[in-house]
């Protein structure tokens, strides 16, 4: 039975979703079930989609859910890692959601010629934020919209760039120390400047994780776990010393009447 009812998204594919633009050819990689793509096709967001994914289990169950919907004409499913499955100048927007920054990172790299050729990258990565951002500022690409969404509890880092205009200039803020660029690749440089709800719960979370593994290798003499502990423990001050300052901002904004709503 040919379902016709958008496929519905959580928060946080809704919000990669929105950052697609009108009429992209896209693809999405590591598309699981093909959600995604599947919605942004039936709403007419984007020319056509490739849903891609390394695994044969998801892309069987991607074939099925397009199958269902009836859209076999402008999605194509197909297997294999990262962009290998691309043509260059297939896509002009790629999507890599759910999977690690890190992973992101290389798949992005393992692919120059088809990254090269598109002109929106959005990546929605579930921990190492930071090499993404490491990724995006080597090779050029600017932040054109970072935020952090909130589902089921859950806070998600979600970044969207563009080629071709030179070194972001967001980083210049944060170059002093390698405290400073280490936050600001981790929590991103427009939302240092600008936070807003969920991206302070966000931070939250990461600042736990670091004091666990602080604390993890408090008393370790090896050489690595010392140079790791003064890294950690210097990037944990530069951020308690930067919130403090944006406390210090926000009181003055609210005394001034401004509320502080989410960017989305
Ligand atoms: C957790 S799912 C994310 C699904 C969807 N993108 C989302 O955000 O909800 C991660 C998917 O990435 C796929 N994957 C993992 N490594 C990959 C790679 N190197 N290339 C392509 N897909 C990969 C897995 O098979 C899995 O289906």
Redesign the pocket.
Known sequence: VLSRLPIEL?A??AR?AALVPVQARLV??????A??PIHLVQTGRVRYAIA????S??TAAARQNVARYGIGNRIEVRQ???LSTIRPGEVDTI?????GGQ?AAE?LSASPTVVSKARTVIV?P?SGAACVRQYLLEHEWRITHESVVSDDGYHYMVVQAIPGLGTDPAYAAFRDTAAAMACALEFGPYLLTTPTQSWLAYVDDRVRRWQRARSGMAQSEREDAVVRRRELDERLRWLAEWMQRLNIMARDVQDGGVSHDEQY
Do not use: E
Not at 52 to 55: A, E, F
Not at 95 to 99: P, T
């Open positions: 959580s946080r594919l990669v999405d990689v590591g598309t699981d079930h959600l995604l891609s994914d390394i695994r289990g998801p294999g890692p990262g999507v890599i959601a759910g999977m992973l798949i929605q579930m």
